[in-house]
């Protein structure tokens, strides 16, 4: 199986609120037809969840006396977003099917505490190509959470155990340091154990930075999962990956092995 996600910088323009990426997007699932055999596709909020979820604080929840349909709205439009992905994978013949998070998925303190991946299990073995995203869900500490894409990524990970998991960013893979910053290096493999140095990428993001991604990345490793990063603005990466080509990228490999 290969679990993937299209991070919400290359299918979203981060800065411009409520803009897709179309052409992109269009692109990378063309790309995602090289994939043989099953595949599970989450994707990123980008301009459609994290600048509004910024403006109304929600990472923090519902405070007293605020009304939850900020939380709905941004809810309306993430789901615009995953209707978008949804259409540009029909267009080229996938079966995507959408199973957003909010009815499967429980968070504590912005912590995940349950997830039911029954529902990818059932539309897997019809043939469909599930389709989740990151998404407002409730939370039994602060009323409604955060969930981002990369937490779904671990979750499915730890489920399905693929073979691989890519995050598809708009970089060409991890760097020691912002890879706006001189000298920054580079990195291939990347072990669990290498610490990479985060910095603000100046646009709208709730959920993290490439630290985070690391963090789950490391996760992953953990339980057997090897996964990639992998840039989706240059066009035959995805599709060069998933024919298990040779490609640009920075591969953290699973632990011992
Ligand atoms: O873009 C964030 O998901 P991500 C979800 O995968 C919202 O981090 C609603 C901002």
Known sequence: MHLIKFGGSVITHKGRELTLRRKVLQRLCRELRAAKGEMVLVHGAGSFGHT??????????????????????????????????????????????????????????RKVKVFDPKPFEIALKEGLVPVTFGDVVLDGKQRVAICSGDDLMVHLAKYFRP???????????????PPSEKGAQFIEVLSPKKKVRSGSSGV??????????????????????????????????????????????????????
Not at 53 to 58: F, M, N, S, T
Not at 65 to 76: C, E, F, K, L, T
Not at 163 to 177: K, L, M, N, P, S
Not at 233 to 251: A, H, N, Y
Request: hydrophobic share 35%.
């Open 163 to 177: 073979e691989r998991a890519i995050f598809v960013t708009v970089e060409d893979g991890v760097y020691d340091r």
């Open 52 to 109: 509004k979820a910024k403006r109304y604080g929600l990472k923090k929840g519902i405070k007293k006396g605020y009304s939850p349909i900020r939380a709905a709205q941004v809810q309306w439009d993430v789901r615009d977003l995953d209707q978008e992905v949804l259409k540009a994978g029909l267009d080229v013949g996938l079966p995507f099917t959408s199973i957003p998070p909010y009815p499967i998925l429980r968070m504590h303190n």
């Open 204 to 257: 709208a993001d709730v959920t993290g930075d490439i630290g985070k991604k690391v963090d789950s990345m490391r996760e992953m490793s953990r339980f057997g999962v090897e996964t990639l990063v992998i840039n989706g603005l240059e066009s035959g990466r995805l599709r060069r990956v998933l024919q298990g080509k040779e490609t640009l990228c920075t591969r953290m490999p699973a632990e011992g092995k």
